[in-house]
């Protein structure tokens, strides 16, 4: 876990707000990765991202749902009007560039940032 | 799709014991395993990996191995401790594939 910092760790929403999570990489990491643990499950991908692209987003639920990693600064995962199913644990992940060009890539996990929507 | 399944969900042994957790893939592509281990209200932390070239690979207390013909791969843990409790999670990713994809989870508990 060390080295990818998440903030916040903790959010309270009230249904129909904006969440917004970021995420900084490991240094020298150049690949960010978005998960969403509901409670008492496993551990489901949303989004790939690299500075200012999103290469695969196939696991972000079509509406409400957006990620970015501009140039500068933190990836951010936001989430429009949120509801009680929103409520989770959203971890970030990140991975050294060129990495996936070996077998698989090796991701390093944040602590995370709970999401509760009252 | 790609999928990994985790058996057992839940497994509780005594102090001393071994605890073993097995995960089957469906993606023959599939080269890269990690194991990571969550603690409650912490984020998920890698604790041994094995690629597809190996057939098993050990640290300490902890082994895993792979099975690819009949993709299965395993973590075994010896001589626990109350500290191994918690969520194990089995994963796997392939070469250019982007998305490490992730079993369901499980809940370890070891017995004093």
């Known amino acids: 876990n060390a080295g990818v910092m998440q903030n916040p760790r903790h959010l309270v929403r009230r249904r129909g707000q904006e969440a917004r999570l970021r995420c900084s990489p490991m240094?020298?990491?150049?690949?960010v990765y978005w998960y969403r643990q509901l409670p008492e499950e496993g551990l489901k991908f949303m989004v790939y991202l690299q500075k200012e692209n999103i290469i695969d987003e196939s696991g972000m639920p079509k509406e409400r749902f957006s990620a970015e990693f501009p140039k500068e600064g933190p990836s951010i995962l936001r989430i429009q009007q949120v509801v009680r199913g929103d409520s989770a644990a959203y971890f970030c992940?990140?991975?050294?560039?060129?990495?996936?060009?070996?077998?698989?890539?090796?991701?390093?996990f944040g602590e995370g940032s709970w999401l509760t929507v009252v | 799709g790609e999928n990994v399944e985790q058996h057992p969900s839940t497994l509780s042994v005594q102090e001393g014991d071994s605890a073993v957790i097995k995960c089957t893939y469906s993606?023959?592509?599939?080269?890269?395993f990690p194991w990571y281990k969550q603690e409650l209200g912490k984020g998920p932390q890698l604790i041994i990996d094995i690629r597809s070239n190996v057939g098993e690979k050990k640290d300490q207390r902890i082994a895993v191995t792979l099975n690819k013909t009949a993709k299965h791969f395993s973590l075994h843990i010896t001589e626990t401790q109350p500290e191994d409790s918690a969520v194990y999670f089995c994963a796997a990713s392939k070469t250019g594939g982007f998305k490490t994809i992730f079993g369901a989870g499980t809940r370890l508990f070891v017995k004093a």
């Open positions: 993606d023959s592509a599939s080269n890269y």
């Open positions: 992940a990140s991975s050294p560039p060129g990495s996936w060009q070996g077998s698989g890539n090796t991701i390093y």
């Open positions: 240094k020298g990491h150049s690949h």
